[in-house]
């Protein structure tokens, strides 16, 4: 079966200029050769510490950033050699929801301006029945319709983000890329949120990419997930293959900071402490990346960089030169 979506070595540097003539000096290699695939309704989260490149990412495959190199598969058209007419039209089939929903929001318009919107800039408004539709949208995520006369300062943060979700679902896509949903929202809004864009991809048939740093909300929601670090994937499996065994140090490191509300869980669990801090993504390691922190690392390592195959036969793969299966971490 084709993949909806499928990424093979994606790169994006940023520039570093310096001087009257800001000339480059030097490169930060927020995302260093990225794969990933998607299916039709599966959900893939995007999982590691801040500033590893899962945003970065996320902006890439639907192009508000320009990748420096790699290819983005969607449909079988790749985005990143798309013109801006034919990447206006493959838009409607791949959106985005941003992480902030008090930024996200224009203040000066009302919610139905903003539920519109991606439907005017396709030129469907009106086709599409327009108010309508925007009614529509705003009770498929739970909004009552009386609600497209107010302005996004009238709401609460889990309603704001709400309708952001209303306005990426405008154009029936096929994919959302869903930034760091629900980080900026309460623990009980965070559920009901999650909860919701649950029901809409068994209704709907949506494909997430779920970029987070939450691993309870990554195993509540995920069909799939893979880790990053530094730029890149150190390692990809199931929701069980990761949570139950996993196998890159890194991954391992994560899964131990997860917060244990029970007092005798968190004294009977080994708690893994990485040493130092992350390195920049101008000058990162040779060899792999995460071998400055890890307590595993050998000369080869340095040397080295590990391909992220399955080494051990676990069934899926990690970048590491020394995988290992752990006990079980969690259920599931």
């Not at 093979?8 to 800001?22: A, D, Q, S, T």
């Not at 140090?249 to 007092?263: G, H, K, N, R």
């Amino acid at each position: 079966m084709t993949s909806l979506l499928k990424v093979e070595g994606l790169h994006k540097h940023f520039p570093i200029r310096r001087g009257v003539l800001r000339r480059q000096v030097g490169e930060i290699r927020a995302v260093d050769g990225v794969d990933l695939e998607l299916e039709t309704g599966e959900t893939l989260s995007l999982v590691g510490e801040s500033g590893c490149g899962k945003s970065t990412t996320g902006r890439l495959l639907v192009r508000l950033l320009e990748p420096t190199a790699g290819k983005i598969l969607f449909e079988g058209a790749d985005l990143a050699t798309l013109s801006q007419r034919e990447l206006r039209a493959k838009r409607q089939a791949i959106q985005i929801m941003f992480q902030d929903p008090y930024a996200s929001l224009s203040p000066r318009m009302t919610v139905q301006e903003i539920v519109a919107e991606p439907l005017r800039v396709q030129g469907r408004y009106a086709d599409d029945g327009g108010a309508d539709r925007v009614r529509e949208l705003l009770e498929l995520v739970g909004l009552r319709p009386e609600h497209s006369r107010r302005y996004a300062h009238e709401f609460s943060g889990g309603q704001r983000q709400r309708i952001g979700l209303a306005r990426a679902l405008a154009l029936n896509p096929r994919l959302l890329v869903l930034d760091e949903p629900v980080s900026a929202l309460d623990v009980s809004v965070q559920a009901q949120v999650i909860n919701q864009l649950r029901g809409l991809q068994d209704r709907l048939g949506l494909a997430y990419v779920f970029i987070s740093h939450n691993l309870s909300v990554v195993r509540h929601i995920s069909h799939r997930v893979a880790v990053m670090y530094l730029g890149s994937i150190v390692e990809v499996g199931t929701r069980a293959d990761i949570f139950t065994a996993p196998t890159h140090p890194y991954t391992q490191a994560l899964l131990s900071a997860i917060p244990v509300p029970d007092p005798v869980g968190r004294a009977e669990r080994d708690r893994i402490t990485l040493a130092g801090d992350v390195p920049s993504p101008s000058n990162p390691p040779t060899g792999c990346r995460f071998r400055t922190r890890c307590w595993k690392a050998q000369d080869v390592c340095a040397q080295e960089a590990p391909p992220l195959i399955d080494r051990i036969g676990v069934g899926h793969p990690s970048a590491c030169h020394f995988p290992e299966v752990p006990a079980t971490v969690g259920g599931a």
